[in-house]
């Protein structure tokens, strides 16, 4: 070897290396592939190990190295997917600039409060090639690519066809029904509440995130709500297991996903299991035809065949669509209903917190932190859906069906104006310093703009609800063995060490094997065995 070359390092291509792997698939031996192309066995060896990397790469001719995805870009874009879903929930669409800026200024942020990683900023342009590689990694559709602005002329000319529409297939007010999904920040207080202040002041803790989606539904008289779907990222918290809650009895339905978010599979659930069968009833009990028609937003469910997918039981609800970017101006949940329904909740709340440190030594920050939980929600959630008036859901239909609409109803925007006072004389009576404007505040905020920390928070929220799940359900496996089960299993294994220990000739291996088995498996259970046995001697004394 050439003195000048001594200790240089030889780097392949990319192009080279695909070759290799190509050729050891055709049945070219490692050995063979080091001889022609001049390299260690050893170096071939690394290349196969890799080798799904290195085959889906899509480089130029000649690039040397695989361009690898940092931590923060992995970061960014898990943070990015939650802020699209959020912007859905609000009834929003982003197009691909937008989406592509928040990337930007998401990773912008995470390379600021990442030490060393200042050089990242230059390397991600969010570029046309990443945002078709993030939509492929993250399943996101086309639709996120529309115009984003309120779609003024869309909507004026949907009301017209809409009140066609209705006319020409005779739909009653009371066959006519709304649905829309919503966030709720569940745990939250009003920003400016020492608690709130005491939360973002604490070393190490985060203020409380936690978030879940409602769907919720009504038809045009208002004398119909229908059962909530709740997404929540805990399939089974720690609070129904303690309290042997029944889902299925619950007065929402409840479903589970990582982003806390409604998919088409759920809605479809959600239409068979709960509104098909419910609305059936009530229009029999109204002695009304069978049909009646949903309308919805797009951006809920996709739109292609969703009418194809009801069950034949089902085929008398007609589905139709909002044009896109009209919910905020036409969707009737969008006209105060919700605002209502989160006003109504913040109410709940306040008076169940009230409650409790009046007849209780536990003071507001102790009951808030430590008890208030998922249950608890559940209770007001159904509480304020129960008391969003009749008036009200028929004031929603004023902008896309005025004809319908009586003139008492249009007064229910007033009943807003004391729900807010009563939210605020609680909170100032348990010593909250907070105003009017406090309280709206906090429901806009159910469907604001998130920093990048609170991206983080909820994704953090939603790791530790899913560890401790899974803890949770390991945990219940364990103590679900019975203990006379554990006792027959020692019995048995101990004629079977010692049937191996007599008939087996070689002795060391056979003690090393049982060791090593009685130290990693079986002491497993005789720990089990161990507390169940201090568990049965606390309880006689």
Same mark, same amino acid.
């Given at each position: 070897?050439?003195?000048?070359?001594?200790?240089?390092?030889?780097?392949?291509?990319?192009?080279?290396?695909?070759?290799?792997?190509?050729?050891?698939?055709?049945?070219?031996?490692?050995?063979?592939?080091?001889?022609?192309?001049?390299?260690?066995?050893?170096?071939?060896?690394?290349?196969?190990?890799?080798?799904?990397?290195?085959?889906?790469?899509?480089?130029?001719?000649?690039?040397?190295?695989?361009?690898?995805?940092?931590?923060?870009?992995?970061?960014?874009?898990?943070?990015?997917?939650?802020?699209?879903?959020?912007?859905?929930?609000?009834?929003?669409?982003?197009?691909?600039?937008?989406?592509?800026?928040?990337?930007?200024?998401?990773?912008?942020?995470?390379?600021?409060?990442?030490?060393?990683?200042?050089?990242?900023?230059?390397?991600?342009?969010?570029?046309?090639?990443?945002?078709?590689? %993030? @939509? =492929?990694?993250?399943? #996101?559709?086309? +639709?996120?690519?529309?115009?984003?602005? *309120? /779609?003024?002329?869309?909507?004026?000319?949907?009301?017209?066809?809409?009140?066609?529409?209705?006319?020409?297939?005779?739909?009653?007010?009371?066959?006519?029904?709304?649905?829309?999904?919503?966030?709720?920040?569940?745990?939250?207080?009003?920003?400016?509440?020492?608690?709130?202040?005491?939360?973002?002041?604490?070393?190490?803790?985060?203020?409380?995130?936690?978030?879940?989606?409602?769907?919720?539904?009504?038809?045009?008289?208002?004398?119909?709500?229908?059962?909530?779907?709740?997404?929540?990222?805990?399939?089974?918290?720690?609070? %129904? @297991? =303690?309290?042997?809650? #029944?889902?299925? +009895?619950?007065?929402?339905?409840?479903? *589970? /996903?990582?982003?806390?978010?409604?998919?088409?599979?759920?809605?479809?659930?959600?239409?068979?299991?709960?509104?098909?069968?419910?609305?059936?009833?009530?229009?029999?009990?109204?002695?009304?035809?069978?049909?009646?028609?949903?309308?919805?937003?797009?951006?809920?469910?996709?739109?292609?065949?969703?009418?194809?997918?009801?069950?034949?039981?089902?085929?008398?609800?007609?589905?139709?669509?909002?044009?896109?970017?009209?919910?905020?101006?036409?969707?009737?949940?969008?006209?105060?209903?919700?605002?209502?329904?989160?006003?109504?909740?913040? @109410?709940?709340?306040?008076?169940?917190?009230?409650?409790?440190?009046?007849?209780?030594?536990?003071?507001?920050?102790?009951?808030?932190?430590?008890?208030?939980?998922?249950?608890?929600?559940?209770?007001?959630?159904?509480?304020?859906?129960?008391?969003?008036?009749?008036?009200?859901?028929?004031?929603?239909?004023?902008?896309?069906?005025?004809?319908?609409?009586?003139?008492?109803?249009?007064?229910?925007?007033?009943?807003?104006?004391?729900?807010?006072?009563?939210?605020?004389?609680?909170?100032?009576?348990?010593?909250?310093?907070?105003?009017?404007?406090?309280?709206?505040?906090?429901?806009?905020?159910?469907?604001?703009?998130?920093?990048?920390?609170?991206?983080?928070?909820?994704?953090?929220?939603?790791?530790?609800?899913?560890?401790?799940?899974?803890?949770?359900?390991?945990?219940?496996?364990?103590?679900?063995?019975?203990?006379?089960?554990?006792?027959?299993?020692?019995?048995?294994?101990?004629?079977?060490?010692?049937?191996?220990?007599?008939?087996?000739?070689?002795?060391?291996?056979?003690?090393?094997?049982?060791?090593?088995?009685?130290?990693?498996?079986?002491?497993?259970?005789?720990?089990?065995?161990?507390?169940?046995?201090?568990?049965?001697?606390?309880?006689?004394?």
């Amino acid at each position: 070897m050439d003195k000048s070359s001594k200790g240089k390092r030889t780097v392949i291509t990319v192009e080279v290396k695909k070759q290799i792997i190509s050729k050891h698939e055709s049945g070219v031996r490692v050995s063979d592939l080091a001889m022609q192309f001049g390299m260690a066995k050893s170096t071939i060896c690394s290349m196969l190990k890799n080798k799904d990397a290195i085959k889906g790469a899509s480089v130029a001719k000649g690039v040397k190295t695989l361009k690898q995805r940092t931590q923060t870009m992995e970061e960014m874009e898990k943070l990015l997917l939650i802020w699209i879903t959020e912007k859905q929930l609000a009834g929003e669409r982003i197009t691909e600039s937008i989406i592509c800026e928040k990337a930007l200024h998401l990773h912008a942020q995470l390379v600021a409060n990442t030490p060393g990683a200042s050089a990242e900023i230059e390397s991600f342009k969010a570029s046309r090639g990443w945002f078709e590689k %993030f @939509k =492929k990694r993250s399943g #996101i559709h086309g +639709k996120h690519a529309e115009a984003a602005s *309120a /779609n003024k002329l869309g909507a004026d000319q949907f009301v017209l066809e809409f009140k066609d529409y209705v006319v020409s297939l005779g739909f009653a007010p009371q066959q006519v029904f709304n649905c829309h999904e919503t966030g709720l920040f569940w745990k939250r207080m009003p920003r400016n509440t020492y608690i709130t202040k005491d939360e973002k002041a604490l070393p190490g803790h985060k203020p409380m995130k936690d978030r879940l989606t409602l769907l919720l539904c009504a038809n045009a008289s208002g004398d119909f709500k229908s059962k909530p779907l709740l997404v929540y990222h805990s399939e089974n918290p720690r609070i %129904f @297991k =303690k309290n042997n809650v #029944i889902k299925s +009895k619950l007065h929402v339905m409840w479903r *589970a /996903n990582s982003k806390a978010r409604v998919t088409r599979q759920f809605f479809i659930e959600w239409v068979h299991e709960v509104f098909g069968p419910s609305v059936k009833k009530y229009l029999q009990d109204k002695n009304l035809p069978i049909k009646c028609l949903l309308l919805m937003d797009d951006a809920l469910s996709d739109p292609p065949g969703l009418q194809d997918e009801l069950m034949e039981e089902f085929a008398f609800i007609s589905v139709k669509f909002l044009p896109p970017n009209t919910a905020s101006l036409i969707q009737p949940m969008d006209q105060q209903v919700i605002s209502n329904f989160k006003k109504l909740y913040t @109410k709940a709340v306040f008076q169940r917190c009230f409650e409790v440190t009046s007849d209780t030594e536990l003071t507001l920050k102790e009951f808030w932190k430590n008890h208030f939980n998922i249950l608890h929600c559940l209770h007001m959630i159904d509480k304020a859906w129960r008391d969003v008036s009749q008036k009200t859901l028929q004031a929603a239909w004023k902008k896309l069906w005025p004809d319908v609409v009586p003139e008492h109803a249009t007064e229910a925007v007033e009943e807003d104006v004391p729900l807010v006072e009563d939210i605020v004389f609680l909170g100032n009576s348990m010593g909250l310093e907070m105003s009017g404007a406090d309280v709206e505040e906090l429901v806009e905020e159910h469907g604001a703009e998130l920093t990048a920390e609170e991206l983080q928070n909820i994704l953090l929220e939603q790791q530790k609800a899913a560890a401790e799940e899974m803890s949770s359900e390991e945990e219940e496996s364990r103590e679900s063995v019975p203990t006379a089960k554990i006792k027959e299993m020692f019995a048995k294994w101990a004629e079977m060490q010692a049937f191996v220990e007599k008939y087996h000739p070689d002795k060391a291996a056979v003690s090393h094997a049982t060791n090593t088995f009685n130290d990693f498996a079986m002491s497993h259970f005789r720990q089990i065995l161990k507390l169940r046995q201090k568990s049965q001697v606390k309880l006689f004394w």
